[in-house]
């Protein structure tokens, strides 16, 4: 398997895993989270690991994804919940909510967005540098959710670019966690040169 | 644009007098200044508290004019959540409505569904049996908890006390436990629907609000040590946002916020539904006007809310929960298997829904934030003609400029912590 | 309280003592009032609805003080006999611990109220929203625009031939609906904004 000493984060080990557990997982093109197993401890007492670039980055990259603040309604209050202590979003590194879209990764749609907001979803999207996710949590955000009407946005895909979709009214904060780490996985997948084009 | 008051003549004004005091605090004798404060301009500055801001307490945005730091006049420019549930509600019919009445006021649900119910019941003529009023008062009173811990948490958090928010959010988690126990849902439950409830508690309610009620007094004995007694909350709050009672009344203003200014109105005690006349409980009265008073009001609130839930729980009446009226309720399972009337019946009622007599009612409830009004307005057919909902954030947030007038910006942001607004309410 | 039955219903009659005292001081304001399901609705002549609020709002035996809102109830299929739009205001009376809804109709080409707004502070914001979303017009309000909607939306939702619809949902019985605009059967109900 390559020099002594070598983590299994190989491009041939990965490769041997993603077959066998792509099946398992059924995620399409998301490459699973890597784990420290029995042979990365064996290779950490040598003290040298070796992965990729690209690797390095994504990890750096989905490891702390901290999210802008952008609580519309009643989502907002199960996201609060999810950053509260008993679900801690915390420990998905989400740390802290960041006021300023400057200063954030992640925007969490949070509520329904009516045609007066939609602009201002748009400015903070384009206010956030890159890189950037969004993930659009509700079933409002999603699709415009119960209101079919004059007044709401048929999902904020209409406006900005969505990378997870999270369904529910309003999902529980499990479910927002599960879209937090299936951002991650895709985030672990993404290419470095291939970034949004 | 609306009107602002005259900026004051070129000289000394209140920013100067701040400042004078702060000199006297320091013991800097006058002639020992090297800046005299007099007014160089009177322009002021236009700033935008954007709809997306983490004290503004959802979507609103506050076009200020800020003299320095002392907010001179507030424009609130509110609809970034309009969700247009007046025209939703013309298109459903009554049941179908009562999910979208839980999400406008999105911090207590129930309120909003009992209000609707109720209003809808009263057209119908249809009286609920009185396990089901006890226990719509158990789940409203624990949404009133529920819905000022949130209050509770985030206001500290905008004054920048971060221990509030958690312990807040553990003891909600209680109640939303409750929530989905009864109804399957955390948060917008649907559990008060019209002519009565979704359907009955299961056995584990009881141990559940037992011990709610048993440690929550506790609870709030530990958040009022964080903070009540604390000499910066009360430097931030005391003396500030001060709303007399005749301008709440004039603004409209109910709830906490004007029982905050001294007007001692509580629709639960004047206007008693839902069998709240056979619980005592007190309703507390501010002094002031003042932040810290709106404070002291909503903390003990909570307190009040747990004893109407201990007396409600122990005084708690057998019998069914939902109304037998056959224009509401649907037949019983074992009927439809045996009468294809009650088959037609039930069939009927799950599609096209029951239709409600002509007429037009307000019914009104106490929410946490004040009087929720249901204006129904009904055409004899199975949907709502027009259903206007009477929003008490509304209200209070039109108070808004008239409390932030004079206050320096940080004020301004506990103020608007302390009015308790919720976006959904305010836009609907 | 008041000299009327019980109904049924958490509430008994309400809106009697601000008919009886209409009736003495202002008679010739009050066109008609009607009681069902226990409340009182007055309806009020468009010129003397501000003399009638004001005399409510202080006169001792009434102090409805507290402005609880303004709205209107859309009713195109009643023109031209009876005017298209029903203005709805209730006040409450906290001293007396009652309620009243005033009622002012305006047709559908000239639907102008005078404002309450000097006479509760608080009827200013529901004033702005009855006409952004229904299009009343409230004379002498010093800044009348929209509040809810955008300032630039045309039509006013909450009117009756004003149509709701986001988006078409296509279901299998309906799949033409999924198409685009352009290709859409042109009987869809609704128009998408």
């Given at each position: 398997m390559?020099?002594n000493?070598?983590?299994?984060?190989?491009p041939?080990?990965?490769?041997?895993?993603?077959?066998?557990?792509?099946?398992?997982?059924?995620d399409?093109?998301?490459?699973?989270l890597?784990?420290?197993g029995?042979?990365e401890?064996?290779?950490?007492?040598?003290?040298?690991l070796?992965?990729?670039?690209?690797?390095?980055?994504?990890?750096?990259?989905?490891s702390?994804?901290?999210p802008?603040?952008y609580?519309?309604?009643?989502?907002a209050?199960?996201?609060?919940?999810?950053?509260?202590?008993?679900?801690?979003?915390?420990?998905?590194g989400?740390?802290?909510?960041?006021?300023?879209p400057?200063?954030?990764?992640?925007?969490?749609?949070?509520?329904r967005?009516?045609?007066?907001?939609?602009p201002?979803?748009?400015?903070i999207?384009?206010?956030?540098p890159?890189?950037?996710?969004?993930?659009?949590m509700?079933?409002?955000?999603s699709?415009?959710?119960?209101?079919n009407n004059?007044?709401?946005?048929?999902?904020?895909?209409?406006v900005?670019p969505?990378?997870?979709?999270?369904?529910g009214?309003?999902p529980r904060?499990?479910?927002?966690?599960?879209?937090?780490v299936?951002?991650?996985?895709?985030?672990?997948?993404?290419?470095?040169?291939?970034?949004?084009? | 644009?609306?009107?602002?008051?005259?900026?004051?003549p070129?000289?000394?004004?209140?920013?100067?007098?701040?400042y004078?005091?702060?000199r006297?605090?320091?013991?800097?004798?006058?002639?020992m200044?090297?800046?005299?404060?007099?007014?160089?301009?009177?322009q002021?500055?236009?700033?935008?508290?954007?709809p997306?801001?983490?004290s503004t307490?959802?979507?609103?945005?506050?076009?200020?004019?800020?003299?320095g730091?002392?907010?001179?006049?507030?424009?609130?420019?509110i609809?970034?959540l309009?969700?247009?549930?007046?025209?939703?509600?013309?298109?459903?019919?009554?049941?179908?409505?009562?999910p979208?009445?839980?999400?406008?006021?999105?911090?207590?649900p129930?309120?909003?569904?009992l209000?609707?119910?109720?209003?809808a019941?009263?057209?119908?003529?249809?009286?609920?049996?009185?396990?089901?009023q006890y226990l719509?008062v158990?789940?409203c009173?624990?949404?009133r908890?529920?819905?000022?811990?949130?209050?509770?948490g985030?206001?500290?958090?905008?004054?920048?006390a971060?221990?509030?928010?958690?312990?807040?959010?553990?003891?909600r988690?209680?109640?939303?436990?409750?929530?989905?126990?009864?109804?399957?849902?955390?948060?917008h439950?649907?559990?008060?629907?019209?002519?009565g409830?979704?359907?009955?508690?299961?056995?584990?309610?009881y141990?559940?609000?037992?011990?709610v009620?048993?440690?929550?007094?506790?609870?709030?004995?530990?958040?009022?040590?964080?903070?009540?007694?604390?000499?910066?909350?009360?430097?931030?709050?005391?003396?500030?946002?001060?709303?007399s009672p005749?301008?709440?009344i004039?603004?409209?203003?109910t709830?906490?916020?004007l029982?905050?200014?001294?007007v001692?109105y509580?629709l639960?005690k004047?206007?008693?539904?839902?069998?709240?006349?056979?619980?005592?409980?007190?309703?507390?009265?501010?002094?002031?006007?003042?932040?810290?008073?709106?404070?002291?009001?909503?903390?003990?609130?909570?307190?009040e809310?747990?004893?109407?839930?201990?007396?409600a729980?122990?005084?708690?009446?057998e019998?069914p929960?939902?109304?037998?009226?056959?224009?509401?309720?649907?037949?019983p399972r074992?009927?439809?298997?045996?009468?294809?009337e009650?088959?037609?019946?039930?069939f009927?009622?799950?599609?096209?829904?029951?239709?409600?007599?002509?007429?037009?009612?307000?019914q009104?409830?106490?929410?946490?934030?004040?009087?929720?009004?249901?204006?129904l307005?009904?055409?004899?057919s199975?949907r709502?003609?027009r259903?206007?909902?009477?929003?008490?954030?509304?209200?209070?947030?039109?108070?808004?400029?008239?409390?932030a007038k004079?206050?320096?910006?940080?004020?301004?942001?506990?103020?608007?912590?302390?009015?308790?607004?919720?976006?959904?309410?305010?836009?609907? | 309280?008041?000299?009327?039955?019980?109904?049924?219903?958490p509430?008994?009659?309400?809106?009697?003592?601000?008919?009886?005292?209409?009736?003495?001081?202002?008679?010739?304001?009050?066109l008609?009032?009607?009681?069902?399901?226990?409340e009182?609705?007055?309806?009020v002549?468009?010129d003397?609805?501000v003399?009638?609020?004001?005399?409510?709002?202080?006169?001792?035996?009434?102090?409805?003080?507290l402005?609880?809102?303004?709205t209107?109830?859309?009713?195109p299929?009643?023109?031209?006999?009876?005017?298209?739009?029903?203005?709805?205001?209730?006040?409450?009376?906290m001293?007396?611990?009652?309620?009243?809804?005033l009622?002012?109709?305006?047709?559908?080409?000239?639907?102008?109220?005078?404002?309450?707004?000097?006479?509760?502070?608080?009827?200013?914001?529901?004033?702005?929203?009855?006409?952004?979303l229904?299009?009343?017009?409230?004379?002498?309000?010093?800044?009348?625009?929209?509040?809810?909607l955008?300032?630039?939306?045309?039509?006013h939702?909450?009117?009756?031939?004003?149509?709701?619809?986001?988006e078409?949902?296509?279901?299998?019985?309906?799949?033409?609906?999924?198409l685009?605009?352009?290709?859409?059967?042109?009987?869809?109900?609704g128009?998408?904004r």
């Amino acid at each position: 398997m390559g020099l002594n000493g070598d983590l299994a984060l190989t491009p041939s080990a990965v490769l041997g895993q993603r077959e066998s557990l792509a099946t398992s997982l059924g995620d399409a093109g998301a490459l699973p989270l890597p784990r420290v197993g029995e042979r990365e401890r064996a290779a950490l007492q040598s003290g040298i690991l070796t992965t990729t670039v690209e690797k390095l980055v994504n990890w750096g990259r989905y490891s702390s994804l901290w999210p802008a603040l952008y609580g519309l309604a009643c989502c907002a209050i199960e996201m609060m919940g999810t950053g509260a202590a008993r679900f801690d979003m915390a420990r998905f590194g989400c740390e802290v909510f960041r006021a300023s879209p400057r200063q954030a990764d992640v925007m969490i749609v949070s509520g329904r967005v009516s045609q007066k907001m939609a602009p201002v979803l748009r400015q903070i999207y384009d206010q956030m540098p890159e890189p950037k996710w969004v993930i659009s949590m509700g079933a409002c955000a999603s699709s415009g959710g119960m209101f079919n009407n004059y007044a709401i946005i048929q999902g904020v895909d209409k406006v900005v670019p969505v990378d997870v979709f999270l369904p529910g009214c309003p999902p529980r904060p499990e479910a927002l966690l599960d879209a937090v780490v299936k951002l991650q996985q895709k985030i672990a997948g993404s290419h470095l040169t291939s970034w949004r084009g | 644009m609306s009107v602002l008051p005259p900026i004051g003549p070129p000289g000394r004004d209140a920013a100067s007098e701040q400042y004078d005091h702060g000199r006297e605090l320091l013991g800097v004798a006058p002639e020992m200044d090297a800046i005299d404060l007099v007014q160089l301009d009177d322009q002021t500055m236009e700033l935008n508290m954007g709809p997306q801001h983490p004290s503004t307490h959802g979507v609103l945005r506050l076009v200020l004019d800020l003299d320095g730091e002392v907010v001179r006049g507030c424009r609130p420019d509110i609809g970034f959540l309009h969700t247009g549930f007046e025209k939703d509600f013309e298109r459903h019919n009554y049941q179908q409505c009562i999910p979208y009445t839980d999400r406008m006021d999105y911090l207590s649900p129930l309120s909003n569904n009992l209000g609707f119910s109720l209003a809808a019941e009263r057209l119908l003529g249809v009286e609920v049996p009185p396990r089901g009023q006890y226990l719509r008062v158990i789940m409203c009173e624990l949404a009133r908890i529920a819905s000022h811990l949130i209050w509770y948490g985030t206001s500290a958090l905008d004054l920048g006390a971060t221990t509030p928010f958690v312990y807040a959010w553990r003891e909600r988690e209680k109640i939303l436990d409750i929530n989905e126990l009864v109804s399957g849902v955390r948060m917008h439950t649907s559990f008060i629907r019209v002519g009565g409830l979704m359907a009955d508690v299961p056995a584990e309610f009881y141990g559940m609000v037992e011990e709610v009620v048993k440690t929550f007094p506790h609870r709030i004995d530990e958040y009022e040590t964080l903070i009540t007694g604390n000499p910066i909350f009360r430097e931030r709050t005391q003396g500030l946002g001060v709303l007399s009672p005749e301008d709440a009344i004039n603004y409209g203003v109910t709830g906490p916020t004007l029982r905050g200014s001294g007007v001692p109105y509580d629709l639960r005690k004047a206007q008693p539904y839902s069998s709240y006349d056979q619980f005592d409980f007190d309703v507390p009265i501010g002094r002031r006007g003042d932040i810290y008073d709106r404070y002291l009001v909503r903390m003990r609130e909570m307190r009040e809310s747990l004893r109407i839930i201990d007396q409600a729980m122990a005084g708690l009446p057998e019998g069914p929960v939902n109304s037998t009226d056959r224009k509401v309720a649907l037949p019983p399972r074992n009927e439809i298997n045996t009468s294809m009337e009650s088959l037609i019946r039930h069939f009927k009622l799950v599609t096209e829904g029951f239709r409600v007599p002509t007429g037009t009612v307000y019914q009104a409830v106490e929410s946490p934030r004040g009087e929720l009004g249901f204006l129904l307005v009904s055409d004899g057919s199975n949907r709502p003609y027009r259903c206007k909902v009477r929003a008490p954030s509304f209200s209070n947030l039109s108070a808004l400029p008239h409390m932030a007038k004079g206050e320096l910006l940080p004020d301004l942001v506990a103020v608007i912590g302390s009015i308790d607004i919720v976006l959904g309410d305010v836009d609907r | 309280m008041t000299d009327l039955e019980e109904s049924s219903g958490p509430h008994p009659a309400a809106g009697t003592r601000a008919l009886n005292l209409l009736r003495r001081e202002l008679p010739d304001a009050v066109l008609a009032d009607e009681e069902s399901f226990g409340e009182v609705t007055i309806r009020v002549g468009r010129d003397h609805l501000v003399r009638v609020a004001r005399l409510l709002r202080d006169h001792d035996e009434a102090r409805y003080d507290l402005p609880l809102f303004v709205t209107a109830v859309d009713w195109p299929d009643r023109e031209p006999d009876v005017p298209r739009f029903d203005v709805v205001y209730q006040l409450r009376s906290m001293q007396h611990n009652d309620v009243i809804r005033l009622v002012v109709q305006v047709p559908g080409d000239d639907p102008r109220v005078p404002t309450l707004e000097g006479v509760f502070a608080g009827m200013d914001w529901h004033e702005r929203e009855a006409y952004d979303l229904i299009g009343i017009q409230f004379e002498g309000h010093h800044d009348l625009r929209r509040i809810l909607l955008p300032d630039d939306w045309e039509g006013h939702p909450l009117r009756k031939d004003y149509a709701s619809f986001g988006e078409p949902i296509a279901f299998t019985h309906n799949i033409e609906w999924a198409l685009p605009a352009q290709e859409r059967p042109p009987e869809m109900p609704g128009s998408s904004r």
